[in-house]
């Protein structure tokens, strides 16, 4: 009897972990799906855009299409890391955005948790190339620090918050 009690408890235990587990990824592998409907930026009302004087350059948050229709740039620049798995489905439709607008989009993905001095002056370089197109949507998936870090040390000496 004790036995099979503790059998049955053990299936049970194990049942719930492999249940709880295929949740776990199933949400974990259709995340960029699920955050189209759960959009933070829109829901907490966090979209942000910072321009320059003669708006050539804006610093903002990961645009969707309105947000490109709205400021007409020539060239998206992201910052995004499309090595991983939820900025590689966002890098992926805003790929699209900009084929279908005719928008120039490069990436040049700057971690998060790093202080990559070499990709800031690379980055510097593009922005003073005269090939690149302007005006220039740079941006992040919220306005963070590394956004804050472009614009004191790359871009901008005086700003217009939009």
Do not use: W
Request: charge should be positive; aromatic fraction near 12%.
């Amino acid at each position: 009897m004790m036995i099979d009690k503790l059998l049955s408890k053990i299936f049970r235990f194990l049942l719930f972990i492999s249940f709880m587990s295929y949740f776990i990824v199933a949400i974990l592998v259709n995340m960029a799906r699920i955050e189209l409907h759960t959009h933070p930026l829109r829901l907490l009302n966090l979209e942000k855009v910072e321009c320059n004087r003669d708006n050539t350059i804006c610093i903002g948050s990961y645009p969707d299409k309105k947000l490109l229709q709205t400021y007409h740039p020539k060239t998206v620049i992201s910052i995004l890391n499309p090595k991983i798995p939820f900025f590689r489905e966002l890098t992926s439709r805003e790929k699209e955005y900009c084929k279908e607008l005719g928008i120039d989009f490069i990436s040049i993905p700057i971690s998060f948790f790093t202080n990559q001095t070499d990709t800031y002056y690379d980055l510097k370089d593009l922005l003073n190339t005269k090939g690149i197109k302007k005006p220039i949507y740079l941006h992040g998936y919220l306005l963070d620090h590394r956004l804050k870090t472009i614009e004191h040390r790359v871009i901008m000496k005086s700003k217009t918050i939009k």
